[in-house]
């Protein structure tokens, strides 16, 4: 497994792993405590494992965690995703910054994204299963969701989006989630 750091986005990792593929299919580490260690993360710190799974244009997002914020290391295990990060972190050398990345069970490469930065899925399969591990446990009081739309971002989702939750429908534009951190 190696890990190649995001230069989009501080502090950003990707995690790729080695495939051992024979005929009966693969197998792959997706998760290896030396390497995320040798980047200067605490693999230990990861208290919280989640699974969503979504159906062709589904659009999950943009989530991120008020307070201390929320890391998470994020892998499409099954099917395929368009998965968006947005830095929002104050005095972050890439503020402001978006990277984009396809995440897929072929690869099962592993996005790591720092807290403090919004995160946003697009299922791109008819069955797309991602998988979170979270170093915070979930507290819905800190939730923040940003427009998947917003014209500040402008981000081009793939597909149109098919499905989404109340909370991603009704969500602030970034200009109002920046002034309510401000406040």
């Known amino acids: 497994m190696k ?21 009966r299919g693969f197998f792959c580490r997706t998760f290896d405590a030396d ?12 208290v919280q494992d989640s699974l969503s799974r979504s159906v062709r244009g589904v659009l999950r997002g943009l989530h991120l965690r008020s307070g201390a914020g929320e890391a998470k290391l994020v892998r499409c295990s099954y099917g395929q995703i368009f998965d968006v990060v947005v830095d929002l ?11 984009f990345f396809t995440l897929s069970d072929e690869t099962q490469k592993t996005l790591y994204i720092p807290a403090g930065c919004a995160h946003g899925f697009q299922a ?8 979170y591990r979270i170093d915070r446990p979930h507290d819905p009081a ?22 989404m ?10 200009a109002e989630v920046l002034k309510r951190r401000e406040s």
Not at 3 to 23: K, N, R, S
Not at 35 to 40: C, E, P
Not at 124 to 131: F, K, M, Q, R, Y
């Open 89 to 99: 972190r104050p005095g972050s050398p890439t503020h402001l910054n978006q990277a």
């Open 3 to 23: 890990a190649t750091e995001v230069p989009e986005i501080a502090g950003a990792y990707l995690f790729e792993p080695t495939p051992h593929a024979d005929e």
């Open 35 to 46: 390497v995320v260690r040798s980047v200067g993360l605490d693999p230990d710190a990861f």
């Open 142 to 163: 800190e939730d923040v969701t940003i427009a998947f739309d917003d014209p500040e971002l402008a981000i081009r989702w793939p597909l149109p989006a098919t499905s």
């Open 165 to 174: 939750s109340m909370r991603d429908r009704e969500a602030p534009n970034l």
């Open 124 to 131: 791109l399969t008819d069955t797309a299963d991602v998988s």
